[in-house]
C-alpha cells in the first residue's frame, strides 16, 4: 500500500503521507496542505479529523472495542481497582504490587483538602449545579497551589499537582454531596481505600460508622473505571486544547468539567433520569416518547442513547447493565423508573429509525440508575463521572504536554460580509 495519498485541486496535487496507527488505523497528515494549495480542510465538529496520535486509549467503534494502554476495558472493569487504572493511565503500565501500595499510600497523603476550602463552598446558594460548584472548585485548586501554574517546571513537582488532583477530587465530590444535604463534612478516613473512603466521605456521618457495603464498592470502582478515558471526546479535546496555550492543570481540567457538563456528552446520564421521570409523570407511555425522539420537528431525544463513535454497541453500557442488575438486586429495589427504562431500551431497539441510525444505549442509560439506586442525587451524577474521568483528563493532557504540541488553533471557512466601507451614522438609517 503506498505510504502517500493524493489530493487533486485543478492543477494542483498535493501528496499527504499516511500516518498509521499500532491498530491499522490510518490517517492523512494535511498539515502542509494549507502552505502548498491554500486549502484547509473542513470538518464541522471533527468528525473526522484525527488532532493528535495518542497510545492512551484505543476505540473501535464499529467492533465494541475500548482498550486502555492495550487492556480491554472488560478485563480492566472485571480485574482492576480504580487506583490500578489511574496509574496505568497516567503511567502507561499497570503497578506491580509494590508500586501499587506505594501510589495508593501516596493518594492517601494528599486526600485533605484546605480548610479555607470551605469558605468558597459556603459562598454557593443552596441549590446551585454541582458541577458549576465542582468547575469552580477546580480553578480555585490553582489559588490554593500557585507551584501548579507554571507547566515546565520539574518532573517531580509536577507530578505532586498529579497526585493531589487524583487524591482531592473525591474529598470535593463528597463535600459537594454534603452541602446539598445540608450535612456536616466527613473527612476523609485514610485506612479505607480510594473508593471506600469516597463512599464513607459521602454517604458516612460524622455521629456514626458507616458500613461500606462491598457490592455497593464494588459498583462504584466498576462505574469510576469505566467513565476513566474515552481518547479524544469532548471533554479531554476540551482539555488538550487549553492545555496547548500553556494555561495550568488545574484550570484545563475545569475547561473538561464545563464541556462535560453538557448533555450531549456527560451531562446525559442526569437527563436520563430526568426523562424517565418525566416519562413516569406523563403516565408511562412509553412508545409516545419514542415517537418524540424520531419527530424532526420535536427537539427530544431519547437521553442515553447513540454515540458519536460507537456503531453497534457500547462495551461500557453491557458492562455497566449486568453491574445494574446486581446493584438493584442486592438493594432489593423495584423502581418503577427501572421498568421504564427496560420497557424504553426493548422498545426503541426494536424500532427501525433506531437501528438504520445505529442507536444503541450509551454507559449513560445505564449509570444513572445505579447512582440513584445508591442514593445520589440526580444532579450528582455528572460529577461522579467527572471524579471517573479524572485520570483520563491529567493523561490526555500530560502527553499533549510531554510531546511539546503547539497550540491548537483550527481554521474556518469564512460565509460572512466581505469588506465594506464604514458608514457614517447617516449612512446607516
Ligand atoms: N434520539 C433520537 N435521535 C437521535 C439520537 C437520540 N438520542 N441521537 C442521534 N439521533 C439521530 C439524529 O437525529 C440523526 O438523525 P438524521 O440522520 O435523521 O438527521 C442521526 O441519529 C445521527 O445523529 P447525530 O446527532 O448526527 O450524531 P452525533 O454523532 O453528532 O451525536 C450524540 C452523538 C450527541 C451522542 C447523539 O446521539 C445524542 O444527542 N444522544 C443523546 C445524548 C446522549 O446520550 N449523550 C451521551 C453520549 S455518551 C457520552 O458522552 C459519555
Known sequence: MSDQAKIIYNDQTFEAPVVKGSEGELGLDISKLRGSTGLVTYD??????????????????????????????EDLANNASFL?????LLKGHLPNKKEYENYADLIRMHTLVNEDVKHVFQAFPNGSHPMGQLMTMMSMMSAFYPDSLNPHRIEEDFDMTITRLIAKTPTLVAMIQKKKMGHPLVYPKNNLEYVDNFLNMTFGQITQEYAVDPVLSSAMNKLLILHADHEQNCSAS????VGSSQSNLYASISAGIAALWGPSHGGANQ????????????????????????????????????????????????????????????????DPILHLAKELEEKALADPYFAERKLFPNVDFYSGIIYRAMGFPVDMFTVLFALGRMPGWIAQWNEMRKAGQPIGRPR???????????PSWDERG
Not at 48 to 70: C, M, P, V, Y
Not at 84 to 88: K, P, R, S
Open 412 to 422: 474556518q471557512i469564512y460565509t460572512g460580509e466581505v469588506h465594506r466601507p464604514y
Open 84 to 88: 490500578e487504572v489511574a496509574f496505568l
Open 44 to 73: 464541522v465538529a471533527y468528525k473526522n479529523t484525527g488532532a493528535t496520535q495518542s497510545s492512551i486509549t484505543f476505540i473501535d467503534g464499529e467492533k465494541g472495542i475500548l482498550r486502555h494502554r492495550g487492556y480491554s476495558i
Open 271 to 334: 437527563r436520563v433520569l430526568e426523562m424517565l421521570e418525566e416519562i413516569a409523570k406523563d403516565g408511562g407511555n412509553v412508545q409516545k416518547f419514542i415517537d418524540r425522539a424520531k419527530d424532526k420537528n420535536d427537539p427530544f431525544r431519547l437521553m442515553g442513547f447513540g454515540h458519536r463513535v460507537y456503531k453497534n454497541f457500547d462495551p461500557r453500557a453491557r458492562i455497566i447493565k449486568k453491574s445494574a442488575d446486581e446493584v438493584l438486586g442486592q438493594l432489593k429495589v423495584n
Open 238 to 241: 476540551t482539555v488538550r486544547i
